[in-house]
């Protein structure tokens, strides 16, 4: 059976896996985004293809990655601030060069959207918007299973979309829900964190069940802006906000009720994802194995 090395890289974490042909995860384990970026980041991921090499007998190495990425060519062309030094780094020629391995990358929300429509929420849909909300938000726009990437590699960067003299992500993220809160509690917010937050909501705090409502408001009513451009068949939820409070999908769909007129509500279905935590893994897999076919 043929074997692929998988990575999901964002700005906190990278997992990393062995994939089997038939999408079958066989190992998987992460370890921490180095702090310096770019260039531990990179000396990390050649470092984990070497002892994985043990493992198994790769075909290749399939990357999801944070950032504005080249799929075509496999570089980051734009990364965010939390990686600092990381904008620039050419996974295909890096791996490719050093580890004699065939390399793909792509973003990590565009990984996400093949992930849920090859095996999860959105299979054979003609149309799928994906949406990641957990630390920032991001999207991704497929087409009958094909990644619209715009003119310039960077369609449906929506955590940038501009908000209440803010932006999308900033709005609606899991930080700014924990901001929100801890501004409300004054010096009491000192110790919030979202896990608190969703708890006191199921106690009855009011506070936090009115920044949780709002934030859900907030990613209704930019689901709602996306749906009026693209009208999408279904509107995949993912990342870790979502996948760990399921009691949010409700809420956002009321949301965009309120904002989107009818035809388009009752012809836009919404799901969370199938496949959390591994979907980065799964969609960098897909991902490679379309590039190649």
């Known amino acids: 059976m043929k074997e692929y090395i998988a990575f999901d890289i964002d700005d906190t974490v990278i997992r990393y896996g062995i994939i089997g042909e038939h999408a079958d995860i066989f190992f998987q384990d992460r370890t921490p985004t180095p702090a310096e970026g770019g260039p531990g980041i990179v000396d990390t991921v ?20 944070a950032g504005f990425v080249d799929a075509l060519h496999g570089y980051v062309y734009y ?34 959207g093949l992930a ?18 957990g630390d920032v938000v991001g999207g991704c726009f497929l087409i009958d299973g094909k990644v619209w990437h715009g003119y310039a590699m960077s369609a449906c960067q929506i955590g940038y979309l501009p908000m209440y003299g803010s932006t999308f992500s900033t709005l609606a993220s899991s930080g700014a829900l924990v901001r929100k809160v801890a501004a409300i509690k004054g010096t009491l917010g000192l110790n919030w964190n979202e896990e608190k937050i969703f708890d006191e909501a ?28 693209i009208n999408p068949e279904i509107v995949v939820l993912c990342g870790g906000l979502v996948a760990s409070h399921h009691s949010l999908l409700p809420k956002i769909r009321a949301s965009m009720e309120k904002y ?25 897999f897909y991902h490679y194995k379309n590039s190649r076919d």
Request: glycine share 10%; charged share 20%; aromatic share 4%.
């Open 46 to 65: 050649l470092s984990l293809i070497e002892e994985m090499k043990a493992r198994c007998r790769p075909e290749g190495v399939c990357i999801s990655t």
């Open 79 to 112: 990364a965010p601030e939390s990686m600092p030094g990381y904008t620039g780094t050419d996974w295909k020629k890096l791996v490719e060069s050093g580890c004699g391995l065939p390399c793909e990358a792509e973003n990590n929300v565009n990984c996400i």
């Open 116 to 133: 849920e429509y090859t095996s999860g929420a959105a299979i054979n849909a003609s149309s799928c918007l994906c949406l990641s909300a």
């Open 202 to 229: 199921m106690k009855g705090d009011r506070d936090c069940i009115e920044a949780i409502d709002a934030m859900c408001d907030v990613l209704g009513r930019g689901i709602s802006t996306i749906c009026y451009v």
């Open 260 to 284: 989107l007129i009818d035809p388009i509500t009752s012809s836009s279905f919404i799901a969370t994802g199938a496949h959390t935590r591994q979907a980065g893994l799964l969609g960098a």
